[in-house]
């Protein structure tokens, strides 16, 4: 198996999504598309990323890594994020450097609210893997949610820059610079999306 994260970088359907479940239709008020809450994308990384393990060593449950990583994502799916915390916390603790464990440590952190946690967490994971563009979108999230725009702002367009044809990270962009009060660039980056299929 490999160390790297695989998933789509451009989800089915990468609207905004008010509450943790699956994707659903985006909202639209006056045309324009409302970016508001944790973004569907963060679900189909959830039930997406597949978490590698690189040999068979047990945790202190006596699961296997590779399990105890399997795990993980049903505990998110499920919205079990404590325990899906615990297990993470628990591989960290053997390899701290673990990019894949830090950026899903991240992703239930952000699901259970706890965006300072999740931000920190997806920082970690970036110090390691620094042009992952699901741990730049994710960590822009969180800081847009944390009020810190200029942040959010620089994390999603690296993102978007890392992954181009990515709709999402487009959309939240421009809602981003929307509230940082630059119109025009955000006019111009959501029709970008509007035509990927955002």
Not at 19 to 46: M, N, Y
Not at 185 to 195: L, S, V
């Amino acid at each position: 198996m490999s160390d790297q994260v695989e998933l789509p970088l451009q989800p089915a359907n990468p609207q905004p999504n008010p509450d943790p479940s699956p994707a659903q239709e985006p909202r639209k008020k006056k045309g324009t598309r409302l970016v508001i809450g944790i973004v569907a994308a963060i679900v189909v990384v959830a039930g997406a990323v597949r978490l590698s393990g690189t040999d068979s060593s047990t945790t202190q449950s006596g699961d296997s890594v590779d399990s105890a990583e399997a795990s993980v994502l049903d505990l998110i799916n499920l919205g079990n994020y404590d325990e899906a915390i615990g297990i993470l916390q628990s591989l960290l603790a053997e390899n701290p450097d673990d990019p894949v464990a830090l950026y899903n440590l991240g992703v239930a952190h952000q699901f259970s609210g706890n965006l300072t946690e999740a931000e920190s967490a997806y920082s970690r994971a970036l110090t390691i893997d620094p042009s992952n563009p699901n741990s730049l979108y994710n960590r822009g999230l969180a800081r847009r949610d944390l009020g810190d725009l200029e942040g959010a702002r620089d994390d999603l367009r690296a993102a978007s820059d890392l992954a181009p044809e990515w709709a999402a990270a487009k959309l939240n962009l421009a809602g981003v610079l929307r509230s940082l009060g630059a119109t025009e660039e955000a006019d111009t980056i959501q029709a970008e999306a509007e035509a990927l299929g955002g």
